[in-house]
């Protein structure tokens, strides 16, 4: 038996736009159901057959149930199914489960087994019984949103968490530049000690909390480096700037003298006040670099924390790329081959670069490889903490992860926004560039954010990223 459900207007002023959620959209966001205002939200029955699937994914099964539980409190706000529910959102929106309403005219070539088939079905059907409403697909997934296209079917992507192009352009530029007059120079280097060196912060400079400049004299002549904290501009010296004794890396001497970036890179993650420190960067910039020398010089050197914890998500051929794998082995084992970054960077750094000298740091237990799906029973305590390829993650598993960070605990975050594994997430859209955006907005003495520009790999990688762009 068909399902009857009230979808029509009312008057003719009802210009209310009728959107049915994907699958991969409740995942990605369990309250997306409340992001739609006064609008009408449809779920597909078969979409809710799809999340059942997903409840003992050890990632996933989290946004699986949470889907479940708001919306069976959503559900007993109503008494019959074909009139739907209120969502409360503050804008009076509804809610409706849908079945059936398969349309007969789908494409023969396209099987409606297949669930994304199923969706532009009931979709073309709801559109045949309610020809005045707007009916819109929302969905993660590019193919989907291709063969709606083709279809004449209404389909967007899931924009809550997306920024423009502009904004993430933004994102990526040089340290900034500062002038300072001689009385600012005479006011900054009045005390003896170096480590008082520092003068009032001025608006003019539009630094944010723990942001670095290059300072320059009258003369238009580098002499040092600033670091703003709160009204204070901190002086500090671009040349002592190292960690374990590496100082920053110029590769391209024709087009640069200093590699600002790194500099204030470098002084943020040795800030044991900086409890957050977010990098973003193309590949070949120095992240995992800088972030690996500063957990080594901080837990084997200076003894700040007892341990380091390596995080980074697993993209694999599941759904969602959470897994990794039901292949022999333990999970230290499965991990290390998508570590290879880390352990190429602990092997580096250890004094004989040896295979046996690095697995000894891990099998010890002070170096820790973590699947993003086990964060939650993660021990955090005490921790020097690097997450990287953060942008193949979404938004709120990068939530499940800081909330779980202690005041003893120190966390790296990097990432390239242009390197996307995901297939359900974009560079406008992940883990990595949400951290950032949101610690630009909501800036405090323990965040740090740094932009490094500068590829310093090789002259060959190097090469490449110029000269090499498939596509063009």
Same mark, same amino acid.
């Given at each position: 038996?068909?399902?009857?459900?009230?979808?029509?207007p009312?008057?003719?002023?009802?210009?209310?736009?009728?959107?049915?959620?994907?699958?991969?959209?409740?995942?990605?966001?369990p309250?997306? @159901?409340?992001?739609?205002k006064e609008?009408?939200?449809?779920i597909?029955?078969?979409?809710?057959?799809?999340?059942?699937t %997903?409840?003992?994914?050890?990632?996933?099964?989290y946004?699986?149930?949470d889907?479940?539980q708001?919306?069976e409190?959503?559900?007993?706000?109503?008494?019959?199914?074909?009139?739907? /529910?209120?969502i409360?959102?503050?804008?009076?929106?509804?809610?409706?489960?849908?079945?059936?309403?398969?349309?007969?005219?789908?494409?023969?070539e396209?099987?409606t087994?297949?669930?994304?088939?199923?969706i532009l079905?009931?979709?073309?059907?709801? =559109? !045949?019984h309610?020809?005045?409403r707007?009916?819109?697909l929302i969905?993660?997934? &590019?193919?989907?949103?291709? %063969?709606?296209?083709a279809?004449?079917i $209404?389909?967007?992507?899931?924009l809550h968490?997306?920024?423009? !192009?502009?904004?993430?352009?933004s994102?990526?530029?040089? /340290?900034? !530049?500062?002038a300072?007059?001689?009385?600012e120079i005479n006011?900054?280097?009045?005390?003896?000690?170096s480590?008082?060196?520092?003068? $009032?912060?001025?608006? %003019?400079?539009?630094l944010?909390?723990?942001?670095?400049?290059?300072l320059f004299d009258p003369g238009?002549q580098?002499f040092?480096?600033? @670091?703003r904290?709160?009204? &204070?501009?901190?002086?500090?010296?671009?040349?002592?700037?190292k960690?374990?004794?590496?100082?920053?890396?110029?590769?391209?001497?024709?087009?640069?003298?200093?590699?600002?970036?790194? +500099?204030?890179?470098?002084?943020?993650?040795?800030?044991?006040?900086? =409890?957050?420190?977010? @990098?973003?960067g193309?590949?070949g #910039?120095? =992240?995992?670099?800088?972030?690996?020398?500063?957990?080594?010089?901080?837990?084997?050197?200076? &003894? =700040?924390?007892?341990?380091?914890k390596?995080?980074k998500? /697993?993209?694999? %051929?599941s759904?969602l790329?959470e897994?990794?794998?039901f292949l022999?082995?333990s999970?230290k084992r499965?991990l290390?081959?998508?570590?290879?970054?880390f352990?190429?960077k602990?092997?580096?750094?250890?004094?004989d670069?040896s !295979?046996?000298?690095?697995k000894k740091?891990?099998d010890?237990g002070v170096?820790?490889l973590?699947?993003?799906?086990?964060?939650?029973?993660?021990?955090l305590a005490?921790?020097f903490?690097?997450?990287?390829e953060?942008?193949?993650?979404n938004?709120?598993q990068?939530?499940?992860?800081?909330? &779980?960070?202690?005041e003893?605990?120190?966390? @790296?975050?990097?990432?390239?926004p #242009?390197?996307?594994?995901? /297939?359900?997430?974009?560079k406008?859209?992940?883990?990595l560039?949400?951290?950032?955006?949101?610690a630009?907005?909501?800036?405090?003495?323990?965040? +740090?954010?740094?932009?490094l520009?500068?590829?310093?790999?090789s002259?060959?990688?190097?090469?490449?990223?110029?000269?090499?762009? $498939?596509g063009r």
């Open positions: 038996m068909e399902q009857k459900i009230d979808l029509n009312k008057n003719e002023n009802d210009t209310r736009a009728c959107y049915i959620l994907d699958t991969n959209v409740l995942l990605h966001d309250s997306a @159901i409340f992001r739609f609008h009408i939200v449809l597909p029955l078969f979409v809710l057959d799809e999340i059942d %997903k409840k003992k994914d050890p990632q996933l099964g946004n699986a149930r889907i479940s708001k919306l409190q959503l559900i007993q706000r109503g008494d019959n199914p074909e009139q739907g /529910v209120n409360p959102n503050g804008h009076d929106g509804h809610l409706y489960i849908v079945n059936n309403f398969m349309s007969e005219n789908l494409p023969a396209l099987s087994t297949y669930k994304d088939n199923a079905s009931q979709i073309m059907g709801l =559109k !045949e309610f020809p005045k707007n009916f819109i969905s993660k997934d &590019r193919n989907l949103r291709i %063969k709606s296209w279809l004449q $209404p389909c967007e992507d899931y968490d997306k920024i423009s !192009e502009e904004y993430l352009d994102f990526f530029q040089p /340290v900034k !530049e500062i300072l007059d001689e009385s006011l900054l280097f009045k005390h003896k000690a480590g008082d060196w520092e003068i $009032p912060y001025r608006k %003019k400079w539009r944010n909390e723990n942001e670095g400049a290059a238009n580098f040092g480096m600033g @670091i904290k709160g009204d &204070r501009l901190k002086y500090f010296d671009y040349f002592s700037t960690i374990l004794d590496m100082p920053p890396k110029v590769l391209d001497m024709e087009h640069y003298t200093y590699n600002f970036e790194q +500099a204030v890179c470098m002084q943020q993650a040795m800030d044991d006040d900086i =409890k957050i420190q977010i @990098i973003i193309k590949a #910039t120095g =992240k995992t670099h800088i972030a690996m020398a500063a957990a080594l010089e901080k837990v084997f050197k200076e &003894r =700040k924390y007892d341990s380091i390596l995080i998500p /697993v993209i694999t %051929k759904r790329g897994d990794i794998g022999p082995g999970v499965k290390l081959p998508k570590m290879r970054p352990v190429e602990l092997r580096l750094f250890t004094k670069g !295979e046996e000298s690095y740091l891990i010890s170096i820790e973590l699947n993003l799906a086990d964060i939650r029973g993660a021990d005490n921790s903490v690097i997450f990287d953060a942008q193949n993650a938004p709120f990068m939530r499940t992860l800081g909330t &779980r960070l202690g003893d605990t120190k966390l @790296i975050v990097l990432g390239d #242009t390197q996307i594994d995901s /297939v359900y997430l974009d406008f859209s992940n883990a560039i949400y951290l950032y955006e949101s630009l907005q909501n800036p405090t003495p323990f965040l +740090a954010n740094i932009c520009v500068q590829m310093v790999r002259h060959t990688s190097q090469w490449f990223e110029k000269n090499f762009q $498939p």
